[in-house]
């Protein structure tokens, strides 16, 4: 059995740019989550996807959008790169959605933006 | 607004003495509860979860944790410590009412001394 997988691992980018992030889930996951973990603090929640659909979002801007697609893969896209959105990037799979579900993370993609 | 607590940014102990970690959630509802592990590099990992029942939960390395409604606590312990448990460990919290993210606190860096 996979686990979830990220890419790129690391990605550097400059303000303004803007940047695409992939995520994997885990065989059999149909929702996958999204969380930003800036240096020092806790993962925030950005959004999750269940069976290709938003299915609930975090306090992140416009700008912050993803998808999810058939296979139930993710992109996460961030417009207009600001210096604060550096941060480890995490995906997690689930098997099903709901805040009771065990979520199954992957390594993360750390963005620095210059 | 929700929100966890773990007071302690970092923690230090020997080898072979005991653990706890310390959280402290703020909802109105019986939230689900989970503790993580994050390794330098990794994503993360899941240690143990409650949701209902007996309100002391194991889990993986030797882990468990005692939820306290009246003091609206998930304490995390381990009755020996391991030089392989260093790592950022962070508590988590979901709920219903509050869709389908995880709230996770700031994390407590454990370190382990020989």
């Known amino acids: 059995e996979t686990g979830v997988t990220q890419s790129p691992t690391h990605l550097i980018k400059t303000r303004g740019q803007q940047v695409t992030l992939r995520c994997s889930s885990q065989?059999?996951?149909?929702?996958v989550s999204w969380y930003q973990q800036a240096l020092g603090q806790g993962p925030q929640f950005i959004f999750q996807y269940y069976r290709e659909e938003e299915n609930g979002r975090g306090n992140f801007p416009p700008r912050f959008s993803g998808l999810q697609f058939p296979n139930y893969s993710s992109e996460l896209n961030v417009n207009a790169l600001e210096l604060d959105d550096s941060a480890l990037y995490l995906c997690a799979s689930s098997y099903v959605a709901g805040p009771y579900n065990e979520q199954f993370f992957g390594p993360g993609t750390r963005l620095t933006v210059l | 607004a929700q929100s966890v607590t773990q007071p302690d940014i970092h923690i230090t102990v020997s080898e072979g003495a005991s653990l706890e970690l310390r959280c402290n959630y703020s909802y109105g509802a019986t939230p689900y509860l989970f503790w993580y592990v994050q390794s330098p590099g990794q994503g993360l990992q899941l240690l143990l979860k409650?949701?209902?029942?007996?309100?002391l939960v194991q889990g993986i390395k030797g882990f468990e944790a005692e939820f306290k409604r009246s003091q609206s606590s998930f304490n995390l312990r381990k009755p020996s410590v391991h030089w392989s448990d260093a790592a950022e460990y962070f508590c988590a919290v979901g709920a219903e009412e509050y869709g389908n993210k995880l709230v996770f606190g700031a994390g407590t860096i454990l370190r382990v001394k020989s």
């Open positions: 065989s059999g996951h149909n929702t």
């Open positions: 409650y949701f209902s029942g007996d309100t």
